[in-house]
């Protein structure tokens, strides 16, 4: 296998944990690129809700608001991530907590 096909793999396996429901596990050697992937997702997620509040345009995003509540309700890393980071966040927030379901926050 190539460099660039098992850079792929790795890639495709990190994006797992965000987008599907992988948990970290204690000593992963992951855990550091997982959980910055998270919060890079994270802070596009605000990002978006933020200016579309500043603009008043948040009708007009519903379909954003549907996909970033997915991503949460599909991965246990960005519902802890968001959960652990929660005072570095604005809109995306109440989103989150609706999404990842009761407890999640505690």
């Known amino acids: 296998m190539s460099d660039r096909s098992e850079r ?7 994006l797992e944990y965000v987008k599907l429901a992988l ?10 690129v997982v ?18 509040a500043v603009r008043d345009i948040q009708p007009d995003i519903q379909g954003w608001k549907n996909t970033f509540a997915t ?3 599909n991965s246990s890393v960005m519902c802890a991530r968001v959960a652990e980071e929660r005072s ?18 505690r």
């Open 88 to 105: 570095n966040y604005g809109q995306i927030v109440p989103l989150a907590e609706l999404a990842c379901g009761p407890g999640s926050f």
């Open 35 to 52: 959980l910055a992937l998270a919060d890079v997702r994270l802070d596009i997620m605000d990002a978006v809700l933020t200016y579309a």
């Open 71 to 73: 991503a949460f309700r």
């Open 8 to 14: 792929r793999e790795e890639v495709k396996l990190l």
């Open 23 to 32: 948990s970290i596990m204690p000593g992963d050697k992951d855990t550091n």
